[in-house]
T-cell receptor, first 115, second 110 residues
């Protein structure tokens, strides 16, 4: 399967713990995005990378959230000191970045439950 | 602030009906508009629209964009139960940021 992959698919943690999610994009895609989705809502933009550069970060994102893409390939999203309100589906998407033909493809998501 | 608004929020129809889903947007620098279908998993790509008035078709689904009035519609003809899903509209901005609407939840009854 050469699509976007995410790991883990599910994560249950206790409030106050740190969690880290991984995303492996489609190999030739240079843009990588992170979203959060809660029930009944569309994906909410968190941040995105072009190669290893983090180009934009949502101002709604607290400083407990950090993302990296050190070599321009896979990316990690870390949430420190988790809160119950962080419970959501975390989606990763990648795109080729070809101007007007820009199209994102999503991974299966990581579902986080904070107890 | 950039925003995308979809309507209706939910819709229940019977098999064979035709449905029209709406997406309106306000963004400072528009690049393209995309439609996705989301079942109980990640969204899957349906259409990308960049030019006004050019219809995109795939089987029973079609979509068109109006850049003057800032909206798009997604039509599904002869609906089937397998069309039941959430349909998401997203606008790509000049900085390649994707702004999603809340989606339209479609349920097709047999």
């Amino acid at each position: 399967d050469t699509g976007v992959s995410q790991d883990p698919r599910h994560k249950i943690t206790k409030r106050g713990q740190n969690v880290t999610f991984r995303c492996d994009p489609i190999s030739e895609h240079n843009r990588l995005y992170w979203y959060r989705q809660t029930l009944g809502q569309g994906p909410e933009f968190l941040t995105y990378f072009q190669n290893e550069a983090q180009l934009e970060k949502s101002r709604l994102l607290s400083d407990r959230f950090s993302a990296e893409r050190p070599k321009g390939s896979f990316s990690t999203l870390e949430i420190q000191r988790t809160e119950q309100g962080d419970s959501a589906m975390y989606l990763c998407a990648s795109s080729l970045g070809q101007g007007s033909q820009e199209t994102q493809y999503f991974g299966p998501g990581t579902r986080l439950l904070v107890l | 602030e950039d925003k995308v608004v979809q309507s209706p929020l939910s819709l229940v129809v019977h098999e064979g009906d035709t449905v029209t889903l709406n997406c309106s947007y306000e963004v400072t620098n528009f690049r393209s508009l995309l439609w996705y279908k989301q079942e109980k998993k990640a969204p899957t790509f349906l259409f990308m629209l960049t030019s006004s008035g050019i219809e995109k078709k795939s089987g029973r689904l079609s979509s068109i964009l109006d850049k003057k009035e800032l909206f798009s519609i997604l039509n599904i003809t002869a609906t089937q139960t397998g069309d039941s899903a959430v349909y998401l509209c997203a606008v790509v901005t000049g900085t390649y940021k994707y702004i999603f609407g809340t989606g339209t939840r479609l349920k097709v009854l047999a």
